[in-house]
Each structure stands twice: as structure tokens, then as C-alpha cells.
């Protein structure tokens, strides 16, 4: 549809020789007074604006935001372009395939299904680290993820070429937010529209929620479920409340010792405690010029960690130096300026915006941290993180606790393969004095004769990984240097941690090898494992053989030190129960460390050849020299030639046989991508909204459930229903593969959702002598007694029955990564509504995406508080009302006693408050689903 242009606000911009038509944001009254990050909101609506679903009174509405006020106001966002990574990207994929079967049934013309919006697709969630600590480890890893995956890149292929404008960057190329800042992302795109050559702000949704990593860079973008990313594709805008935008103003500069992980851990902290769900964040003042553009892309990056929606920087010249660096053409970058200075987009320190709240940080207070062991919030002071663990292993250990620390015993004593605890005479004590809690240490003999102690909060896997530090040279540089002064003083890393190195992009490589610290860091085990998320989502791959035995067999509560992003429980490895987060030398050091209860203050990590202790400061390396090493080694030919052939890829991708054709030929056979089933019998017309009635309670869950507990991930366990599935289908355990690879099967993901090892569902206490187990089970009410089962299956049970069921969950429900398949596996469960204190922001809009609707219980109740115990049969009216074209502020609950509810148990009514938010959420859900309501609109 053609632009309305109410405001007159089209222009033209002369850049060197090329015009380009803009739309100047000027032209509406107020605009001068909005943050960055709302003015780049006003340009897309005043190029968007068509009267219906950009209006002149949105617009407007903009114009004249309240930096005060609550959002109440819609807007229609329509982002540049899509990025995606493929465990995400795959569904995407297949649905987009799947649409055009169904398009076609219901009369329509299926190449109208087709990316409007550029998508790109990065393919880096699917190396697993299996092979670490030598040489041929990331070709090996590259050649068993083809072996594993053959099937989705197959399909990924006859993608990039049956879609228009859908790139694909292959296996092995780098992590999509990294490839995003070094390379897609353009901060000011031009497009030819109409014949027309127009330029606008670059802007993005993605299909991860770290996207907000492109923030840095002064592009405004954000996570968003695979169901939004491909509504976004097909056109349709991005529905969202005009936000509050919060000013966090930078003063003084990041003191020695201190690293950006530091910085952005401190940010983390504060934020979380400040509170900023939901609102945007942008960094502003004097100090804004001093951060670099590595450093602000590792801030963007832990937005969701921080709740934000978006925590932008505005363009600089720090932005221009980082694009001429990275190898963008002279032209792109002169458009860069003149747009951002013309449309007053150019960051002026001197010019403060109106905020709606306001934080400020002297980076010069920032002090070395970590965080954990469950919460990337969960900031610690390096400085008090062993008597922090003392607190924390009482949580996860299991009976008393006897700790000698981790280390050689003596070569008389015969050892043993793992199985051999340590005996002691007396229970020993924490340095804060509480009893040590956890199983006894365990004596260890490797098979080329190595014997050590192996005991609880072992560092058993040390990792760097990750788009949020593999991007920013001065925290790789640093790891580096740490290894060769570590490799100087004659230390080594200690037999039991498994090494990792992840590089974000080849780029990383190159300066590695420029400046010879490839070799430090594989001569304490950091050997390249692939380019690709690895640890961070949990494809760390088995660890050292003796020790995982020892950890199983022991029940050892052991540690894993990563520098990425993520660090829930259950995440990182089935055999590691306490997961933290620090920067790439603090990785290195508890590599040499060997645990986390140590003190890097008063400890020595070694002695050197001397005989002389080797404390932590003594080979933390100097920033002089840090920054010698990137001025020498870091240059902008390197980013040209690496991403030259980005999009090509190597042999093995070009060698994929490929389909062709603009309609996928399904293999009935395959076990990683099937036809999906969200169109079957699909009508041109929706059927009424209808109340909920006679539904049973499928889990009773606790606060912070994350997506990482609801959607499948991990590896697929024997004996759950995932691998039911894949044996009855010929698949051999060895050939199980992810849950993430195997995301285009539906069949595989819905036995997988709500299967996390750590999910606790309440339910099963009743049947457990009130004992809460973990892992995907609940009680099926089906059955004689509601017994203890699988959640699958009793979902099967209760879809045969035709019985609704509804979900019961805590405060921050579905935070953390944006996965589609946390609310699509929830639908087919059978989930109908979704209960809870409050939302996360992304999770909450999927599940209206798949016509589940989220309801929160009243304020400051819980489902515990109501006297819910999740064995009531529920009902919910005043749904119904959606069909009037409006949407009910709040539904009546009725949960009524059943046969299995405790005796004297009365009914219990309340008034659920409907967080359909927006009047775009509420079609989607009228229509069954976000897709349906494209589908129909396209037919």
C-alpha cells in the first residue's frame, strides 16, 4: 500500500552523487524532545503511515509522547529486515513451506507467501563442542554436525532458493549477532521501492533474543518468537505499545583489571533491580563516546538478561569507525553520517532527551564479577565468590558435605577409576563456618595415569563462547594474553576441566593467529571447537569421560565457567549443576583454578619453575599491551576478505543434494522435517471465540520458569517420548541428536516440551509423599488415581478425552531465550490459557501467536495463595466478549473440586486479568493464531 504522507514529510537526501528519498521526521511537532530510539520509531511510521494500519493519529501520538505516562498507545512497527539462527529459523521455514501448501488449498496463489521483508539466516545453534583439546577439533565437529543435520540443510538449501530475498550464511561461518554487527547490519539500508532508491533507519527483528546485540551499532531491533519473525516476513507490522525508554547515563571510563563483561554485568544488576521489562533503554551522555563499539555491542547483547526490550546506543563517530573497520564501502558509511545528521539521529552529549526514568553508572566504580550459578543477574563480586559459593553449594549438594579440595593425591596411593571416595575422619567445615553440604569427594585416574581429587564445585567445563565477548576483541585479547603469561610461568589448566574456544566469527581467528595467541591459548586446551553458539545453549557435548562418571555415580555438584549469556539450570550440561558466567580470562584463570571455591586474592593458581606461588595478578595481562595487540593485529582487509564469501559456503554445503521446485517435497520418512500441522482443516473463516470449560491443570509451576524449562532443548534422553518417537521411527540412540536440530519436527518437540530436567511441576508432590521431583512429569487425571506420567502423555490422554487444559505458573514466566517452540509445543499440547503472576514480554505475545491466551492471576495473588493445588477442573468465561470486537479487561475463573482434589476442598473463583495487549493480539487470537490471520489476509 501506497504511503498516506499526511505530514508532507517526504524528502529527498543528497549523498556524494546518489539521491535518496527520506521521510524527515521534522515534519511532526515534538520530535526534537524523543530519545533516539522513539525517533527512530516516528521515521518508521511516517513511512509506513497507509490510514489503516499507520494512521496520522499514531503518528501523531508519537510526536507527543509523555516520557511520564504508562504505554497505552498501539503502534504498528514495521522492522527493516529479519535475522534468524537456524534452531529458531528452521520452523520458520517449514511454516513458511506448509503456508504455501495451504494457501493453495484455500484458492490462493502460494509464491504470495514469500519474505517481503529481507530474512537472513545464520546457521551457528548447530555445532556441538563433542571434540575439544586438540587440533583437528572444529573439522571434526563440522564434519559430524553435517552428518547430524544433512536433512535440515537440505531444506535450508531449497529455502535460499525457492524464497526471494532469503539468505542463508552456512555451517560454520560465525554466530549470527556477531555476523549481524560485522557485517548484515547497515544502521542507515537502502532499498529501491517503486523505482525509488530510499534510505531509513536499519532495523530488525530475530529470531533470538540476544538480536538486541545490533543496538550497539544504533540499529534498533529485538527478539522476537518465530511466529512474529515470520508475520514480519510476510509483511505484516510488529504490534506494540509506544514503551517507556529509560536514560542510563555513562560517565567516566572502565579502570584497569576491569573487563566489558564486568561492565555489563554490573549493567545486568542494576537494570534487573531497577526494573525495565517491557520499556527500552538508551545509553546517553559525555561518557557514551568513550565506550567502544565491542563494548556497547556486548551491552545490546544482554538486554533480555536485563528485561529490556531494546538497550540501544545512538550513531556516533565511534559507529563510523566501527563500519569502516569492518569492511562497509565508503559510500554506506558516508550515508551513514548524512542521514543520522540530517534527520537528527547523531548522538549530541550536549542535547538531553526527555526520559521516563533515569539511571546513571560511573564506569570507573566497576569492579571484576561474575555471575550465577542459575541467573545472569546474579551478579557476584569476584572478590566474594567463594564465600558465595560456600552459600550456594548447600543448595545443590546433596548430604553431608565433605570438601578436600580438588587436586593430585599422592603417587603412592593406587588411586582408581572413578568410584573411590575419599574417606575422612570428621565432617569439615566452610570457612563461614556451616557445614559442608554435598557428596564425598571422589579419587579419579584418567587412562594415560593422571590421579586427582574430584570434589563438589569442580570447574569441569571452561568455555569461551559466545556472541556477547567473542565479538569484542579486548576481552579475547586478554584471554590470550592470560594463557601465555599463565604458559610463562610454567601453569597449566587442571586435568579435570573440559576446554573450549568458540569464536564468533573467522575474524577472531585471523587476529589470533596475527598475534601467535591461538598457540597460548591451545597450549592450556582452548582449541577451536566451531563457530557457532556451542556451550552457551548447551551443545557442549559430553564432558571428560572419568569425570562426568565420577559426577554421576558421586552425585557431585560440579561447575561450569562460561563467558556467554545464559547460564539456567539445566542448560549448559545434564552433569553440571551450577553454571556462571565470566569474562574470557576470568574463563582462563578458573581453567587453571580448577574450582570455584577459591579465592583468586588469596590463593595461587600454581608455583612456577622456581618453586614460587603464581597468584592470579601476576598474569593478569596489562591493557597497554591488550590494546598494542589490536592496534597490530586487527585491520579491515581482514573482515573484507572473511565475509567476501560469506553466503557461499564451503564443499560440503555447496555439495548438499538440493530440492528444487516453489513447493517442498515432504519426506514422509524423515525424522527432522515434517509438514506442519497448525493449517489442517483450516477454514477461510474463523470459528467464534469460545469460554473455556470443564479444563483440567497440566503443571502448578514456581517463579522464573524460563523457556529453556518449557521448549526442548538439550539433548534427547532415553526413555522419554522424544526418543520413544525416534526408536519406533528406526533412529539409533548414537543418531538422537538435539531437540534443537530437530526442531522441524513437530512430532519430536511437542514430546519434548515441558521436559526440561530441572522443570519442577507441583503436581507430582501428591503422588511423590510430598516430595517434588524434577523433570516432565505430571499427573494424569485420566487414569484411576491420576498417577504419576510423562506430560505428553498424559496431554495424549487428555486430547483423546477432548478435556482443555490450562497451565498455573509464578512470577517471570517464560523468560529467557526467544523460542517459538515454548509456546507452539504448548499448543499442541492442548494448553488453552496460560495463569500466572506476570509475563515476559516476548513469551507472552507467542502464546497469543498460538491461540493460548496468557491471563495473570490477581494482583499480588498466586495460584498458592488462592488455595490451587492443580487438581480443580477449570473453567473460564467472559472470553466469549472477543467476539464484539473488543477484548475483556478481565475473565471469571471457577475451579471446582474434582475426585482427586483433598477432601473439604471448596470451590475457588477469581478475576483473571486478560493480557491480550494490544487490539492486533487480539485478531491474532480471534483467528486461532498469528499465521492464520496472515493466511486469511492473504487469500
Not at 584463570?589 to 574450582?595: E, F, P, R
Request: contains cysteine; glycine residues 10%; aromatic residues 8%.
Amino acid at each position: 500500500m501506497s504511503t498516506v504522507n499526511s505530514f508532507g514529510a517526504k524528502s529527498t537526501l543528497t549523498v556524494g552523487s546518489t539521491d535518496y528519498e527520506i521521510f524527515r521526521i521534522d515534519t511532526v511537532e515534538g520530535f526534537e524532545k524523543l530519545p533516539f530510539s522513539l525517533k527512530v520509531l516516528l521515521e518508521n511510521l511516517l513511512r509506513t503511515e497507509d490510514g489503516a494500519n499507520v494512521t496520522k493519529a499514531q503518528i501523531e501520538a508519537l510526536g507527543s509522547w509523555d516520557p511520564a505516562a504508562q504505554p497505552d498507545t498501539e503502534i504498528q512497527f514495521t522492522p527493516a529486515r529479519v535475522v534468524m539462527q537456524d534452531f529458531t529459523g528452521v520452523p520458520c521455514i517449514v511454516d513458511l513451506a506448509t503456508m504455501r501448501e495451504a494457501v493453495t488449498a484455500l484458492g490462493g496463489d502460494p509464491n504470495k507467501i514469500n519474505p517481503l521483508s529481507p530474512a537472513e539466516m545464520v546457521i551457528d545453534h548447530s555445532v556441538i563442542a563433542d571434540l575439544f583439546g586438540r587440533p583437528d577439533a572444529i573439522e571434526r565437529n563440522v564434519e559430524i554436525e553435517y552428518e547430524r543435520n544433512g536433512e535440515r540443510y537440505q531444506f535450508l538449501r531449497w529455502g535460499q532458493t525457492a524464497f526471494d530475498d532469503f539468505k542463508v550464511v552456512p555451517p560454520g561461518t560465525g554466530i549470527v549477532h556477531q555476523v549481524n554487527i560485522e557485517h548484515l547490519a547497515k544502521v542507515i539500508y537502502d532499498r529501491s521501492v517503486d523505482g525509488v532508491l530510499r534510505a531509513y533507519p536499519d532495523t530488525c527483528v530475530g529470531t533470538d533474543s540476544h538480536t538486541t546485540m545490533v543496538n550497539g551499532l544504533g540499529v534498533l531491533g529485538w527478539g522476537v518468537g518465530g511466529i512474529e519473525a515470520e508475520a514480519a516476513m510476510l509483511g505484516q507490522p510488529v504490534s506494540m505499545l509506544i514503551p517507556r525508554v529509560v536514560g542510563f547515563k555513562l560517565t567516566g571510563e572502565i579502570p584497569a583489571g576491569v573487563t566489558a563483561t564486568d561492565v555489563v554485568l554490573t549493567i545486568t544488576d542494576i537494570l534487573r533491580k531497577h526494573g525495565v521489562v517491557g520499556k527500552f533503554v538508551e545509553f546517553y551522555g559525555a561518557g557514551v563516546a568513550s565506550v567502544p563499539l565491542a563494548n556497547r555491542a556486548t551491552i545490546g547483547n544482554m538486554s533480555p538478561e536485563f528485561g529490556s526490550t531494546a538497550a540501544i546506543f545512538p550513531i556516533d563517530d565511534v559507529t563510523l569507525d566501527y563500519l569502516r573497520l569492518t569492511g562497509r564501502d565508503e559510500q554506506a558509511v558516508a550515508l551513514v553520517e548524512a542521514y543520522a545528521k540530517e534527520q537528527k539521529l547523531w548522538h549530541d552529549a550536549a542535547n538531553e532527551p526527555a526520559f521516563s526514568e533515569y539511571l546513571e553508572l560511573d564506569l570507573s566504580t566497576v569492579v571484576p564479577s561474575i555471575a550465577g550459578p542459575k541467573r545472569p543477574q546474579d551478579r557476584i563480586l569476584l572478590s566474594e565468590s567463594k564465600a558465595q559459593f560456600e552459600k550456594d553449594i548447600l543448595n545443590y549438594a546433596t548430604g553431608p558435605i565433605d570438601i578436600a579440595d580438588s587436586g593430585s593425591f599422592p603417587a603412592s596411593d593406587p588411586g582408581s577409576v572413578p568410584g573411590e571416595e575419599v574417606e575422612t575422619n570428621e565432617i569439615p567445615t566452610l570457612s563461614s563456618g556451616s557445614p559442608k553440604a554435598a557428596s564425598k569427594p571422589v579419587k579419579v585416574k584418567t587412562p594415560d595415569g593422571q590421579k586427582y581429587i574430584l570434589d563438589n564445585g569442580a570447574v569441569t567445563l571452561a568455555a569461551i563462547t559466545s556472541c556477547t565477548n567473542t565479538s569484542n576483541p579486548s576481552v579475547m585479547i586478554a584471554a590470550g594474553l592470560l594463557a601465555r603469561n599463565a604458559l610463562a610461568k610454567g601453569l597449566k589448566q587442571k586435568p579435570w576441566v573440559k576446554t573450549t574456544l568458540g569464536p564468533g566469527s573467522k575474524v577472531v581467528t585471523d587476529y589470533y593467529e596475527k598475534s601467535g595467541l591461538d598457540k597460548d591459548l591451545e597450549g592450556l586446551g582452548f582449541y577451536t571447537v566451531g563457530y557457532g553458539c556451542t556451550i552457551c545453549i548447551g551443545n557442549s557435548g559430553p564432558l571428560i569421560d572419568e569425570v562426568s562418571a565420577a559426577i554421576n555415580e558421586h552425585d557431585l555438584a560440579v561447575t561450569a565457567v562460561l563467558s556467554g549469556n545464559r547460564n539456567f539450570e539445566g542448560r549448559i550440561s545434564p552433569d553440571v549443576k551450577m553454571n556462571y558466567l565470566a569474562s574470557p580470562p576470568l574463563v582462563v584463570a578458573y581453567a587453571l583454578a580448577g574450582s570455584m571455591n577459591f579465592d583468586f586474592d588469596t590463593q595461587a593458581l600454581g608455583t612456577d619453575g622456581d618453586g614460587n606461588d603464581v597468584f592470579l595478578k601476576d598474569v593478569w595481562p596489562d591493557p597497554t599491551e591488550v590494546q598494542q595487540i589490536i592496534d597490530s593485529s586487527i585491520s579491515r582487509d581482514q573482515f573484507i576478505k572473511q565475509y567476501a564469501t560469506v553466503f557461499d559456503g564451503d564443499e560440503r554445503w555447496t555439495s548438499l543434494p538440493t530440492p528444487t521446485g516453489p513447493i517442498f517435497e515432504w519426506d514422509a520418512d524423515s525424522t527432522y522435517v515434517r509438514k506442519a500441522p497448525y493449517f489442517d482443516g483450516m477454514e477461510a473463516t474463523p470459528a467464534p471465540v469460545t469460554d473455556i470449560s470443564g479444563a483440567r491443570v497440566l503443571a502448578t509451576l514456581g517463579d522464573s520458569v524460563t523457556t529453556d524449562h518449557i521448549s526442548p532443548a538439550g539433548n534427547i534422553k532415553a526413555g522419554t517420548p522424544a526418543a520413544q518417537y525416534l526408536t519406533e521411527h528406526g533412529v539409533a540412540q548414537k543418531d538422537f541428536n538435539s531437540f534443537g536440530s530437530r526442531r522441524g519436527n513437530h512430532e519430536v518437540m511437542i514430546r519434548g516440551t515441558f521436559a526440561n530436567i530441572r522443570l519442577k511441576n507441583a503436581l507430582v508432590k501428591a503422588v511423590n509423599d510430598g516430595q517434588q521431583i524434577e523433570g516432565g512429569f505430571t499427573r494424569d487425571f485420566t487414569q484411576a488415581g491420576g498417577p504419576q506420567a510423562y506430560i505428553f502423555d498424559a496431554s495424549t490422554n487428555y486430547q483423546e478425552q477432548g478435556t482443555p487444559l490450562v497451565i498455573f505458573g509464578g512470577k517471570e514466566y517464560g523468560s529467557g531465550s526467544s523460542r517459538d517452540w515454548a509456546a507452539k509445543g504448548t499448543n499442541l499440547l492442548g494448553v488453552k490459557a496460560v495463569i500466572t503472576e506476570s509475563f515476559e514480554r516476548i513469551h507472552r505475545s507467542n502464546l497469543i501467536g498460538m491461540g493460548v491466551v496468557p491471563l495473570q492471576f490477581p494482583a499480588g495473588e498466586s495460584w498458592e495463595s488462592l488455595g490451587l493445588d492443580g487438581t480443580e477442573i477449570v473453567s473460564i468465561a467472559g472470553l466469549e466478549e472477543l467476539n464484539n470486537g473488543t477484548t475483556p479487561k478481565t475473565v471469571k475463573v471457577t475451579a471446582t473440586p474434582s475426585e482427586f482434589s483433598p477432601e473439604g476442598k471448596q470451590p475457588i473463583e477469581f478475576d483473571a486479568v486478560v493480557r491480550i495487549d494490544t487490539p492486533g493480539e487480539a485478531d491474532y487470537y480471534r483467528n486461532g493464531g498469528i499465521l492464520q490471520y496472515v493466511l486469511r489476509s492473504l487469500v
